[in-house]
């Protein structure tokens, strides 16, 4: 082979190797429901946000100390109406996962705040979930239904 044959052999094998996959992937999206294919994109390709709300009463400090299993985000003690939020990418293959421990006064909890789940990223309108702590528990704004949900219970005895 000449020189050049060798250049379109190699740019043809090339071509085959970047469309197939593309081909392939592109064959399977009618099996999976539109909503579906929705989250898929936005877990994969956007930027996610965790917001930590402190929403006691009575200047009550909130102590906030979140993690996945890669990151300890640090604790923060957050003053009534300020937050502690973070950005992240989902895991491509999958798994992300983050939780909290939240403590004020004697009460205390340790939840999930972001895990796989469609009914949970349309709550955080695909971008921002919002996790509020109130007196008498641990809340989630749902941000399309325009209300917050309440969530998780305080429990007795701070650690
Ligand atoms: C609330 O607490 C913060 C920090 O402890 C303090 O700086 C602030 O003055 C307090 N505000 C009120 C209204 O008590
Ligand atoms: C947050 O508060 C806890 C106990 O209320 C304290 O032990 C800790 O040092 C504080 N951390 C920071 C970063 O202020």
Same mark, same amino acid.
């Given at each position: !082979?000449?020189?050049?044959? #060798?250049?379109? %052999?190699?740019? !043809?094998?090339?071509?085959?190797?970047?469309?197939?996959?593309?081909?392939?992937?592109?064959?399977?999206?009618?099996?999976?429901?539109?909503?579906?294919?929705?989250?898929?994109?936005?877990?994969?390709? #956007? %930027?996610?946000?965790?917001?930590?709300?402190?929403?006691?009463?009575?200047? #009550?400090?909130?102590?906030?100390?979140c993690k996945s299993?890669?990151?300890?985000?640090?604790?923060?003690?957050? %003053?009534?109406?300020?937050?502690?939020?973070?950005?992240?990418?989902?895991?491509?293959?999958?798994?992300?996962?983050?939780?909290?421990?939240?403590?004020?006064?004697?009460?205390?909890?340790?939840?999930?705040?972001?895990?796989?789940?469609?009914?949970?990223?349309? #709550?955080?309108?695909?971008?921002?979930?919002?996790?509020?702590?109130?007196?008498?528990?641990?809340?989630?704004?749902?941000?399309?239904?325009?209300?917050?949900?309440?969530?998780?219970?305080w429990e007795l005895?701070?650690?």
């Amino acid at each position: !082979m000449n020189s050049f044959c #060798k250049n379109i %052999t190699f740019f !043809m094998l090339v071509q085959a190797i970047t469309i197939i996959p593309l081909i392939a992937s592109s064959s399977l999206e009618p099996d999976q429901g539109h909503l579906d294919d929705n989250s898929r994109l936005s877990l994969w390709y #956007k %930027t996610w946000h965790v917001h930590t709300v402190n929403d006691l009463s009575n200047n #009550k400090t909130l102590l906030v100390h979140c993690k996945s299993r890669d990151d300890d985000l640090g604790i923060h003690n957050l %003053t009534v109406g300020t937050e502690f939020y973070w950005k992240f990418r989902p895991r491509i293959f999958g798994g992300t996962l983050f939780w909290c421990y939240m403590a004020y006064d004697n009460l205390h909890a340790a939840f999930k705040v972001f895990w796989e789940d469609p009914s949970l990223y349309a #709550k955080c309108n695909y971008g921002d979930c919002y996790w509020i702590a109130r007196d008498d528990g641990i809340y989630l704004k749902d941000i399309p239904g325009e209300r917050d949900e309440y969530y998780y219970d305080w429990e007795l005895g701070r650690l």
